[in-house]
């Protein structure tokens, strides 16, 4: 007896068999959004003396790398809240900056390719939203969007005492215990592999990366010498999750690292920008003790297994 597929109904019905949910997507709901779009797999080569490299320079221009020769993207952008790294930008043209970015990134990313942008949103009188502003501005560019992850801090967050009004109603203050982690992709949703790399991510992994809420700690900032890191496993997550093994993950706000030593972890390929020379030296000072130790895990296992 043939089974009929579900189709999509009311909002939250569970069922999931040969589901066809083209009513939905047509519906005016998605009218004005970015569309998919059926264009071919190309990927360009990124010139081998660039990949593993950090360039001193604005990532408003990347023109070290080839149009559709990155695979992810992943990056935490600077917040321009007076950090003595950043620029004392107005909101618009913050938000002009960073769009000049996710346009050269948009051109670097292979069609299919993926975005992963981790923000955390600002003050309180009043507050800013940054990720949907971002979100606007990705879509503009062309973006699709995948989702969001709420990036839970828990215990690590910082011990704020900044109550507001304290055990009363008058002006009761939020403290943020969460960022952000914004998901796009290029073009389509689906990246084809026509080299036949291998994936790397077990069947645990995949379980855990695939929900919408991921707790893990901070990392401190005295600890890595940057003012605003990013743990090494956030993008680690997103690299297993979103690239095959040996492919090129970009990060135009490097910062201390993070990024590239998630990437060589995972035995992928890293290029990143940024702007700050000091951040540059100690952002290589720690890839370079990383791939040392690594060199001594090699070798240790070898030796182990004479």
């Not at 597929?5 to 066809?20: E, M, W």
């Not at 990949?51 to 080839?66: A, G, V, Y």
């Not at 645990?204 to 901070?218: D, G, I, M, R």
Request: proline share 7%; aromatic share 14%; with cysteine.
């Amino acid at each position: 007896m043939k089974r009929n597929g579900t189709k999509t109904s009311s909002f939250g019905t569970p069922g999931r068999v040969n589901h066809d949910s083209s009513p939905f997507y047509n519906s005016r709901l998605y009218e004005g959004l970015p569309e998919e779009k059926k264009v071919p797999y190309v990927e360009n080569p990124v010139p081998e003396e660039f990949l593993n490299k950090i360039f001193c320079k604005t990532s408003e221009n990347m023109e070290e790398l080839p149009d559709n020769s990155v695979h992810l993207m992943v990056t935490s952008p600077p917040y321009n809240v007076g950090k003595y790294y950043d620029r004392d930008l107005s909101l618009e043209q913050y938000r002009s900056f960073l769009k000049r970015v996710w346009r050269e990134v948009h051109r670097v990313l292979v069609p299919g390719g993926r975005a992963c942008i981790n923000v955390a949103n600002l003050g309180r009188k009043p507050y800013i939203p940054l990720h949907l502003y971002i979100v606007e501005d990705m879509q503009d560019v062309g973006f699709l969007m995948r989702g969001e992850i709420i990036w839970n801090k828990a215990s690590s967050a910082s011990p704020s005492t900044a109550w507001g009004s304290w055990l009363s109603a008058a002006n009761p203050t939020l403290r943020d215990v969460h960022e952000y982690i914004l998901v796009f992709s290029k073009d389509m949703f689906t990246r084809k592999n026509p080299h036949g790399r291998e994936n790397t991510i077990n069947r645990e992994q995949f379980l855990e990366y695939t929900k919408s809420v991921w707790t893990f700690p901070a990392e401190q900032a005295k600890k890595v010498g940057h003012p605003a890191p990013f743990p090494v496993e956030l993008p680690y997550r997103l690299i297993q999750l979103y690239t095959f093994k040996g492919e090129v993950v970009l990060d135009p706000f490097m910062g201390s690292g993070q990024t590239g030593i998630a990437a060589l972890k995972s035995e992928r390929y890293y290029v990143g920008y940024e702007v700050n020379e000091e951040y540059v030296n100690l952002a290589n000072r720690r890839i370079n003790e990383f791939k040392s130790f690594l060199a001594q895990q090699v070798f240790f296992k070898e030796w182990a297994g004479n």
